[in-house]
């Protein structure tokens, strides 16, 4: 089956800690994507990659990091610095960076700070 | 500044009547629109877009939606609600404005909680 799998599906991080969540795709799409979703607000992107070992800040990418060293993967660092980071967490991709072309959801990882 | 708007936290409907959730957006432009729905504790599906073309936009599940550039909306519609159509909805537009990296990123609603009863 073809889609996008994102690990854990819950992840608890202590204050001060860094934490990484996984996203992997084998639609062979060339763009990703992080999102942050919060109760009653709508999404909002942390950081987009459109092609292999490119990626850029969205509107909240403080206190994040990424890398795309594989075109499948596309992970995302919490680091200590992000002082509110319980939320669900939404890694999508699309087949290029083109902005008509529907976006593809994996199932989300909850982050709880304990 | 460029936004879209979902008026309604929630929408209650029976089962078997038709059902509308609402959506509005301000971008300067031609607007490229899209729904998608979440289920509890899930990623986004995408169920229709608008980008050019005929005004009615017919999609997965049955749903249906309607742009209508003069009002700046795009309402999703479906005939018969069914009752695994209870989810959480979320209308997104482009922004025209474009990020530096040249990408123009989806606006999304806060969301509209559809709830379909027996």
């Known amino acids: 089956d073809g889609g996008i799998t994102q690990s854990p599906k819950y992840l608890f991080r202590k204050e001060g800690q860094n934490v990484t969540l996984s996203c992997e795709q084998n639609?062979?799409?060339?763009?990703m994507y992080w999102y942050r979703q919060d109760p009653g607000q709508g999404l909002r992107l942390i950081y987009y990659?459109?092609?292999?070992?490119?990626?850029q800040k969205g509107d909240i990418a403080e206190g994040y990091s990424v890398s795309r060293e594989k075109k499948e993967s596309f992970p995302l660092t919490v680091t200590s610095a992000q002082k509110n980071p319980t939320a669900f967490y939404l890694c999508?991709?699309?087949?290029?960076?083109?902005?008509?072309?529907?976006?593809?959801f994996g199932p989300g990882t909850r982050l709880t700070v304990l | 500044a460029q936004s879209v708007a979902q008026p309604e936290d929630q929408v209650n409907v029976a089962e078997g009547n038709p059902l509308t959730v609402k959506c509005t957006y301000s971008?300067?432009?031609?607007?490229?629109l899209f729904w998608y729905v979440q289920y509890p504790n899930r990623g986004l599906q995408f169920l229709l877009k608008?980008?050019?073309?005929?005004?009615l936009v017919k999609g997965s599940y049955g749903f249906e939606a309607e742009f209508n550039k003069s009002q700046t909306s795009f309402h999703l519609k479906k005939p018969s609600a069914l009752v695994s159509d209870s989810a959480l909805y979320f209308c997104?537009?482009?922004?025209?404005?474009?990020?530096?990296?040249?990408?123009?990123?989806?606006?999304f609603g806060a969301g509209t909680r559809l709830a379909v009863h027996p």
């Open positions: 999508a991709s699309t087949l290029n960076g083109d902005s008509y072309n529907e976006q593809f």
């Open positions: 639609l062979n799409h060339d763009a």
């Open positions: 990659s459109q092609i292999v070992n490119d990626f």
């Open positions: 971008v300067s432009g031609n607007p490229y």
């Open positions: 608008y980008i050019t073309g005929d005004n």
């Open positions: 997104a537009v482009r922004d025209t404005i474009m990020f530096s990296g040249g990408y123009n990123k989806l606006i």
